[in-house]
């Protein structure tokens, strides 16, 4: 109760016992009629302050509460002191080409107190803005994850990007992707190698203990070591193509003029062989990609894709494009035999092939350029909810709109 509630209270106690001493004073003079007006208004009095009591009793007291300028600047370092104790650093993009290390791990990775410098600036992001940062991103000697986010307020909106080192597991994923590619090498250099040796062996066993046909027995030994080293350079000449694909180069294209493109070279190349392809309509859209390299990636899919679905009547082949939040994903189907389970996590190794003739390079190299555009290559399991399943198999390559 307030002071200005209790002196109330106080006063209407003191008025209620003075119109009591005045009502007995009257009793006591004879002076009934007055009596019974100050014993009314006593009643009355009193009845008033009971009512004011359960008021005052039922009332809460506001809180008191520190001024606006301590309670904001309180929000704002526990704000602070919790964005610090982040181990991963914490990147504001405040729409003036600045980018604002926020956190302590931020401060702590780029060197600065506060503002990235513009080698650093352009160095992490090579001159693109913030928001346009897509995983991996390699910073110094560490891999980095990039989520991120929007902050929109009255004063207009800022990007927010949290990079989440995964360093360890990049390395744990190149260490098994170098053991892979080392088998695969090893296995197809000893295929091709060890029929050289033996055919040259033979010739040259052929030549030095001579006798009739020998010459032309060691001639056709020599033949087949010949076109086994052929060969043996073709497939040297396509992991050299793996190891030297260029950076791409990303550019705005249109999305329905580029895909013309693909269909023309994909009918000109199978419709002879009797190979459909679908293509419906795609988005509505402008995407920033290699366009030449690009086309190599689902250039090569469509290829695997027509030649898989020869290996039953009637063959076809379907490419769709849908767009996925800020991603675009090319889908390539087929209508042939598909993918074992047993091989599904081996065909976009470099050089793993089922096909006779097959090198093995097509779906490696697609992925190695759909990773050169912050994207990747999956092969898809069967989807039993499409309209028109080829029944084949479905892969999709996907990248950063």
Known sequence: MGSKALALRLL??????????????????????????????????????????GTWRTARPAPIQAGTGFATELNRRRLELLLDQTPSPILLGAGDDRIIAANRAARRAFDTPRVLSDAARLALTGGRPLADLASPVRWRDASYAVSRAEIVDDGGHADLVVLTDMTADVRAAEAAALRDLLRVLNHELMNALTPVASMSRSALDLLRDGGP????????????????????????????????????????????????????????????????????????AEIRIDADQMWLAVGNLLNNAAEAALERPDPRVRLGVQRVGTEIRFVVEDSG???????????????????????????????QIAQGHGGALALLPAAPGLDAPLGGARFCLSVPC
Do not use: M, N
């Not at 035999?337 to 697609?366: E, I, N, R």
């Open 12 to 53: 209407a106690q003191a008025s209620i016992f003075a119109l009591g001493v005045l009502a007995w004073l009257s009793v006591a003079h004879g002076l009934y009629a007055t009596a019974l007006l100050c014993a009314l208004a006593g009643a009355a009095l009193a009845l008033d302050l009971v009512q004011k009591l």
């Open 213 to 284: 046909g020998a010459a032309g027995r060691a001639i056709s030994a020599l033949e087949r070591a010949v076109a086994r080293t052929e060969g043996l350079q073709d497939f040297i000449a396509t992991y050299r193509t793996l190891t030297r694909l260029p950076p791409p180069s990303p550019r705005v294209v249109d999305l329905a003029a580029w895909l013309d493109v693909a269909r023309g070279s994909f009918r000109a190349q199978w419709g002879d062989r009797g190979v459909a392809l679908d293509c419906p309509p795609p988005p509505d």
């Open 337 to 367: 035999p598909g993918v074992s389970p047993d091989h599904a996590d081996q065909v976009c190794l470099p050089f793993f092939t089922t096909k006779a003739t097959g090198s093995g390079v097509g779906l490696s190299l697609a992925r």
